[in-house]
T-cell receptor
């Protein structure tokens, strides 16, 4: 009964390919996120969806496109992969109630380690 | 704008010793502060959070943190660490940007026998 699950756990691919990472949460949360963790462990938010609506879109190349078919799923599609895309990508979710969004703890998946060769 | 500075990238300690991991923040509004822990090959887990009220916050695994508004700090402490506490620790702040948590660069705590 994993709360936030991501697939695949590892993804090795060549430059120029297109790949997707899937994320699902069974916590009933309304808000979901994608974070990127680089080789120095620095975590940066990429996107956030609330009830399938995009609410945060940081400075991320257009090659990255999130898709939220329903509030339990947030997938990340990456076109034309580059070496610099190599990182660990974390999906996370937080509880509903817009008023509590400031203090809602994030629930993270275990990450997808993407290696672009 | 909000930011978080974790002053130490690595902290090595011996088992059963006390530890303090330092975190300073900046924000133009009232803040909510968090500490997360990341064990190897895992996602982050919440250790504790400060929202309001008592400035001393207790979390899981015997950790606690103290919010100091005048020094804009939120240092994490544990009086006696175990080998199993070896992990990366992240301080984070949410200072009014809905849904957007800003993380520090992390501190690697290594507990040696």
């Amino acid at each position: 009964d994993t709360a936030v699950s991501q697939t695949p756990k590892y993804l090795v691919t060549q430059m120029g390919n297109d790949k997707s990472i899937k994320c699902e949460q069974n916590l009933g949360h309304d808000t979901m996120y994608w974070y990127k963790q680089d080789s120095k462990k620095f975590l940066k938010i990429m996107f956030s969806y609330n009830n399938k609506e995009l609410i945060i879109n940081e400075t991320v190349p257009n090659r990255f496109s999130p898709k939220s078919p329903d509030k339990a799923h947030l997938n990340l599609h990456i076109n034309s992969l580059e070496l610099g895309d190599s990182a660990v990508y974390f999906c996370a979710s937080s509880p509903p109630d817009r008023r509590s969004s400031y203090n809602s703890p994030l629930h993270f998946g275990n990450g997808t380690r993407l290696t672009v060769t | 704008a909000q930011s978080v500075t974790q002053l130490d990238s690595q902290v090595p300690v011996f088992e059963e010793a006390p530890v303090e991991l330092r975190c300073n923040y900046s924000s133009s509004v009232s803040v909510y502060l968090f500490w997360y822990v990341q064990y190897p090959n895992q996602g982050l887990q919440l250790l504790l959070k400060y929202l309001s009220g008592s400035t001393l916050v207790k979390g899981i695994n015997g950790f606690e943190a103290e919010f100091n508004k005048s020094q804009t700090s939120f240092h994490l402490r544990k009086p006696s660490v175990h080998i199993s506490d070896t992990a990366e620790y992240f301080c984070a702040v949410n200072g009014g940007s809905n849904y957007k948590l800003t993380f520090g660069k992390g501190t690697l705590l290594t507990v040696n026998p």
